[in-house]
């Protein structure tokens, strides 16, 4: 036991370090903890995985790489494996045939003989029947002919985000997937299929997507090893994926972290108020204390040292290319709103649009929306930095004060319109800071339209700030002055 | 007392929670290993009321402390009864004891006024010290928390170290609020509950209210179910569900029918935008059903 103990040891230790590899913090008390619930709680597969995440994982947002990395440890990989949870669908009601002649045929006859044998009828049929070794065969399938185009091309696996799913579509599409689910949406909504068929081949496109993602995610393993591990675990890594490539689903776990480290920031400095050494004097007190003297004030007593607040002015891009990571970004600023005397928010595409009131309510979520349908911000759909920096040095100018912190949140992409440093320079002199979140990658900074360069001298600091790792470090940043 | 993962189960479905085995192993973890356990989870999915039977179960006396931004030291820990220790100078005075005697007296337990933090630590039986709603607290309350849950002690200057004398249970629940420091998730093990599936929140339903008709449960449960998916401001828990099953034994309802559900709709939703989002839409909820 002890032996079996202490190899399960070295386990847990290099599972744990794969973990902190991908941002998630772990600790060596926490890895204590994981072997002494082990210990007592055994090795079945499901106890044992909760013993784990219980020790080892403390935010929700982690869940996704927690669980990828613990199938690759500890699951085997086994075609044809329940992932999906529910139990095996399939209809015999009607047969696959008249299924797929009604899918793909026009007037309702058989299948013309082109049609028999192509891809999309065989992906027709496993799909309605739900059978299981046909499902594995084309994602067998798919996931060769990836490889072959692969090979044809000459192009190796590498190590470029979001390739998984670039790779996963090309699967897809060997499959003739798209083709499928275009004539199922088009003949349900003819009512041609049933209600029950749609829901069961759409049941079974997931046991055969995650499938495909499952062989896709091991080849991908075996040919880059350790760099392919980062790879798989980095799609499923919600503190490291990039803002524009989460899913909706993920897009929803990131938000609430966001939300919940806002309000973290937020009551970081507690409500109460300890009389300070300096600052003003307060006289109630001094007097008070002066009685006991015979009226000489000995001691001064001074009141509290007021906390200064400074203000809070927001510049925020939210054209195509930045749009997510502004909602993320403004959602997180608003949820810590009372930790400055006032925020004042301005949106800007080429046009510049203040959207403050649109906050006033204590729905942060609604007010991005409201505010996102009624802002007028732009004329030419092109960001548009130069004008709008312009403009509001020329209205706003004399609002910021040297309490005053200013935030840009944009990705200095200009569409080779004159910049307009001089206005900024302006702008930035008078602000207490100037702080600039950039979603861009830092290598890509000053290249092509973006002018990073031109405006960066101006501001204190200037932050890369694409996912929520960058995120928690740069609101760090933001703080350490307030 | 917990010897295992089935007895957990067992003595919670006894207290009529059901839980499922995630749920009942963290649990046994938490008492095994004597740490605190830290669930999150949204409202209304069953924190408070696990820790509630979790007391019962291990026969300990539940003592709760609900946090809010302000929450202290004297109103966490513990604080001194000032009166009480003037009454006590004034009394020795007039018996002519000296100052060293009275300074003696008045620092003990008698004028120690215990909040519920050292409740915990000092309590003569089994304790389950009940951290509620944590993320609405501030992180200097965080703070105090840490120190009294690392060590199991409380240091009291004028007393010294005051030692836990048999280790408290401890649950802290957070909505999720807001994030806490890592030293204290730290020292925590985690539990996330959600909202329950269609099955189990019927199975909850049925356990609770067994005069339901099986029918109409599922009915509602459905119903819930759907309102969920919807974008709202606060979605409903179980506890909401419970509250409109109980809702409908009382109107002596058999099936649910539009004006039914239009008139009990803000027993289920707690903001006015929200019932009118549901308003909108709940028709084809119900309609949906009865196709089938």
Known sequence: MSERLFSMDKIILSFARDLRRQGVPVCLPEIMDALRGIERVGFAKNRFKTVLQASLIKDQVDAPVFNKLFELYFETYEPGRKTVSGEDISLSKNSPDDFTARLFSSRGQGLTPQLKGTARVRLARAAFSGDRLEITRLARQGVDSVKEELCSRNEPMDAEEGQLDRLLYHAKAALEWFMFTFYLESRRGKSLVEEEEYRVCRHNLRLLEEELRGLLEKQVLADLGEEGLERVLKERNLRRKDFSLLKDWEANAVKQQVVKLGRKMATRRGRRKKPGKRGQVDIKNTVRQAVKTGGIPIKIFSRGRVISQPDLIILCDVSGSVIRFSTFMLLFLYTFQESFRYVRSFLFIDLLAEVTNFFKNSDPAGGIKDALEHAVVSETNNSDFGRVFFSFAAEHLREITPQTILLILGDAKNNWRPDESLAFKKIAHRAKRVYWFNPQPRETWNTRDSVMRVYAPYCDQVLECRNLEQLTRAAGELFRGV | ?292
Not at chain 2, 10 to 19: D, F, G, N, R, S
Not at chain 2, 88 to 93: D, E, K, P, T, V
Not at chain 2, 198 to 210: D, F, G, N, S, Y
Not at chain 2, 224 to 237: A, T
């Open chain 2, 1 to 292: 007392m917990l010897e295992n993962v089935e007895e957990v189960l067992e003595k919670l479905k006894q207290h009529k929670y059901l839980a499922d085995e995630n749920l009942a192993t963290v649990l046994f973890l938490a008492y095994q290993l004597q740490k605190p356990l830290l669930i999150e989870g949204p409202a209304g999915v069953g924190k408070t009321e696990l820790a509630k039977v979790v007391s019962q179960i291990l026969q300990a006396e539940l003592i709760r402390i609900q946090c809010y931004e302000g929450l202290d030291e004297a109103k966490s820990l513990y604080e001194w009864n000032y009166p009480q220790q003037l009454l006590w100078i004034q009394s020795g005075y007039q018996q002519g004891k000296s100052w060293q005697e009275t300074k003696k007296d008045i620092f003990t337990e008698e004028f120690l006024l215990k909040r519920p933090i050292l409740k915990a630590l000092t309590a003569p039986g089994p304790a389950v010290l009940l951290v509620d709603e944590l993320d609405k607290s501030d992180q200097e309350f965080e703070s105090f928390l840490l120190e009294a849950l690392s060590d199991y002690q409380v240091s009291i200057p004028e007393l010294g170290t005051i030692k836990a004398s048999r280790i408290p249970f401890v649950i802290l629940t957070s909505n999720g609020a807001r994030d806490f420091e890592d030293a204290l998730k730290r020292r925590c093990l985690h539990l996330f509950i959600n909202y329950p599936d269609m099955e189990r929140e019927l199975a909850v339903i049925q356990l609770k209210q067994p005069e339901l008709q099986e029918s109409l449960a599922r009915q509602l449960v459905d119903f819930v179910q759907k309102v969920r998916l919807q974008s709202l401001r606060k979605p409903p828990g179980i506890s909401e569900t419970l509250d409109w099953a109980r809702t409908m034994m009382i109107l002596g309802v058999s099936s649910l029918e539009q004006d039914v559900v239009k008139k009990t709709l803000p027993v289920l939703l707690k903001y006015q935008k929200d019932v009118m989002e549901i308003e909108k839409q709940f028709r084809a909820f119900l309609a949906r059903e009865t196709d089938e």
